[in-house]
């Protein structure tokens, strides 16, 4: 029987440790994958915290901690990241305290009880650990882009994110058994076995991309030295490099206008009054086109590009907020519109999923392989910053209403498209460097 056609083999690639990188490197990816599903900011750590606290501003921030945080802290490191031969010993050394942190909000959550403390416990987790993930975070995509060729990122993002959200059913199934109205244990220890087992995830997922065999590099320090140094050369860099800052202002819009997605159900049930259980069947919607479109995107990835993966993604994205627009102007019925806000959602979710695989390859392909970290840990904070403005929309919807942000979203994206489609381009299929570099 012939073996699997992907060009991972020594003779076609020309390094004999492809093969095995990039396996574990899927490993590793469906572990923390699993992660991501058992604690999930909007529906189990907002859901711990309810329990513990009304208070407003508490609720909303597990998901700008969660998704904003392990990116605040990379521009930081990238000055020790980028002047060191190998970095899978620093990766190793920031695991041993990652799980470190994991042990403590177990251990706090099935031994305090009073709620105040829980809340504490709970936060501090929260504020400390992304930003610690931030610095291995570096590391991972630093390594992949020493390890994994350019045009196979892409399908190295895809199968992660695709076998990771097959196997996270299973972390699914767990969450709602812990979690019913009947669990088998009793609140708080029903929130302590979940914090239990992602901990063993990302125990194991350490343990693999730890295995990686990771070549050794010329160390290319920063020029500056210390935390005023590594500011300096970012200023620099975006100054002097036309096509990362387009990169980067193009995937910012992008994302501000993705942050507004989790109040379109919220939109939709005040607008057309659709019922409850519509949120539960658009989730299983969004799963299983994220599947689906995950799975494309690796393919898409091998064939056309990173850049015009994005591109894609970019239209889904004008294509799903578009509709959100033109809802305001259209009468529709509470059936007519569930089935109107289907096709929304699985839009979106084939949005959600190009994005991340076309811009995160993107994002390893532009900068020069010697200047790596320091470009992921800029643009990477950047972006970091941008997902905090998440906080805030709610404060937008009661200036302009639900409509106004959502043309803003719809301006925000074509702003995207015009930058992507007119500035950016992937330097590792062809490169212009006479405009990249040039005077403006």
């Not at 980028?82 to 305290?97: C, D, E, H, K, N």
């Not at 539960?280 to 599947?291: N, S």
């Amino acid at each position: 029987m012939r073996r699997f056609a992907l060009p991972l083999s020594a003779a076609s690639s020309g390094d004999p440790n492809l093969r095995w990188n990039f396996s574990l490197g899927v490993l590793n990816g469906v572990m923390f994958r699993q992660v991501d599903s058992l604690v999930h900011p909007s529906l189990v750590l907002v859901v711990l915290l309810s329990q513990l606290t009304d208070n407003p501003i508490i609720l909303g921030m597990p998901m700008a901690l969660w998704s904003g945080g392990d990116m605040l802290s990379q521009l930081l490191a990238s000055g020790y990241i980028q002047r060191r031969a190998r970095i899978l010993p620093v990766y190793r050394g920031a695991s041993v305290a990652r799980i470190g942190l994991w042990i403590g909000l177990v251990a706090g959550t099935l031994f305090i009880r009073d709620p105040a403390w829980l809340v504490v416990n709970l936060l501090f987790f929260l504020v400390a650990y992304p930003l610690l993930s931030g610095v291995t975070s570096l590391i991972f995509y630093e390594i992949v882009g020493k390890t994994i060729p350019p045009h196979l990122r892409g399908l190295l993002f895809s199968w992660r994110q695709a076998l990771g959200g097959v196997v996270a059913l299973g972390a699914g199934w767990l969450v709602n058994r812990a979690l019913a109205e009947d669990p088998p244990l009793p609140f708080p220890t029903n929130f302590a076995a979940i914090f239990a087992v992602a901990m063993i995830c990302v125990i194991i997922g350490v343990l693999l991309f730890s295995a990686l065999r990771e070549p050794v590099a010329e160390p290319h320090p920063p020029i500056g030295r210390g935390l005023r140094g590594i500011f300096q050369e970012a200023a620099r860099t975006w100054k002097a490099d036309r096509l990362f800052r387009h990169y980067v202002l193009a995937y910012a819009a992008l994302m501000v206008a993705g942050a507004t997605a989790p109040l379109i159900i919220v939109y939709a049930r005040n607008r057309f009054g659709l019922p409850l259980n519509a949120a539960a069947i658009y989730l299983i919607a969004d799963t299983v086109m994220g599947l689906i479109a995950v799975a494309v995107s690796g393919w898409l990835s091998m064939r056309v590009g990173s850049r015009r993966l994005a591109l894609i993604s970019i239209w889904l994205g004008l294509a799903t907020f578009g509709l959100i627009v033109l809802s305001g102007w259209l009468q529709m019925d509470m059936e007519v519109a569930f089935l109107y806000f289907l096709m929304v959602f699985i839009l979106l979710a084939a949005h959600n999923s190009t994005r991340m695989i076309g811009f995160m390859a993107l994002n390893l392909n532009i900068p020069p392989p010697e200047r790596r970290p320091l470009y992921l840990g800029l643009s990477n904070t950047i972006i970091g910053g941008v997902a905090y403005l998440s906080i805030v929309q709610g404060l937008v919807v009661g200036v302009i209403g639900y409509l106004g942000l959502f043309v803003l979203a719809v301006g925000l994206a074509g702003f995207s498209l015009w930058q992507t489609a007119t500035y950016v381009y992937d330097p590792t299929e062809t490169d212009i460097e006479s405009w990249r570099y040039g005077e403006r």
